[in-house]
């Protein structure tokens, strides 16, 4: 059974850093390219960087550009988003995502990491 | 504004057929293929359809996708109360090299 599993949500100050992990089992992680999308309370969802098998490419939403590093420890079967200079707007649950190779459709969904940036 | 424009709700009765549109600002776009999303409340998304028209095993064929040009719709056919929730069209947009979201389409079941 394909499981993607968040963590490292957390209360954190404006300005402030944050690491969130995503635990991948159930299938081979190196195989698949990955994402995080988020959701900010009460509104929709926005997509946040992709990296593929390989850790190449990378890309990110230009709201996150400068600021936000994806990586990926295929040893570890573990996806990673370095969040540095948090804003407000930053706040939202965070969603772990399998890239299906198929037009860019996320197949699975972990169940999100709530990331709170407030002082 | 969203590169992808969905009508904020949608409503239907039980056994009825209801459309969701997403429709997609041509100036950057180019061809893209659209995928849909359902988000039940409380719950993470689930893939609906991908590629335009195409389901994942699992999904019923209750179901169905359609594209036009850098347009897309999302048909439900015999609604049911189960299917009340949020609905995203999604897309890569490669001029963009971004994946983009629609900004949802609130379902709701009479």
């Known amino acids: 059974e394909v499981q993607l599993v968040e963590s490292g949500g957390a209360l954190v100050q404006p300005g402030g850093s944050l690491r969130l992990s995503c635990a991948a089992s159930?299938?081979?992680?190196?195989?698949?390219?990955m994402n995080w999308v988020r959701q900010a309370p009460g509104k929709g969802l926005e997509w946040v960087s992709y990296?593929?098998?390989?850790?190449?490419?990378?890309y990110y939403a230009d709201s996150v550009k400068g600021r936000f590093t994806i990586s990926r420890d295929d040893a570890k079967n573990s996806l990673y988003l370095q969040m540095s200079s948090l804003r407000d707007e930053d706040t939202a649950v965070y969603f772990c995502?399998?890239?299906?190779?198929?037009?860019?459709?996320?197949?699975?969904w972990g169940q999100g990491t709530l990331v709170t940036v407030s002082s | 504004q969203s590169v992808l424009t969905q009508p904020p709700s949608a409503s239907g009765t039980p056994g009825q057929r209801v459309s969701i549109s997403c429709s997609g600002s041509s100036s950057n776009i180019g061809s893209i293929n659209f995928n849909w999303y359902q988000q039940l409340p409380g719950t993470a998304p689930r893939l609906l359809i991908y590629?335009?028209?195409e389901r994942p095993a699992g999904v019923p064929d209750r179901f169905s996708g359609s594209r036009s040009g850098t347009s897309a719709s999302l048909a439900i056919s015999g609604l049911q109360s189960d299917d009340e929730g949020d609905y995203y069209c999604a897309a890569w947009v490669e001029s963009l090299s971004s994946r983009v979201f629609g900004g949802g389409t609130k379902l709701t079941v009479l």
């Open positions: 990296i593929g098998r390989g850790s190449s490419p990378i």
């Open positions: 590629n335009n028209d």
């Open positions: 995502t399998r890239d299906s190779g198929k037009t860019a459709a996320d197949d699975y």
């Open positions: 159930g299938f081979t992680f190196s195989s698949y390219s």
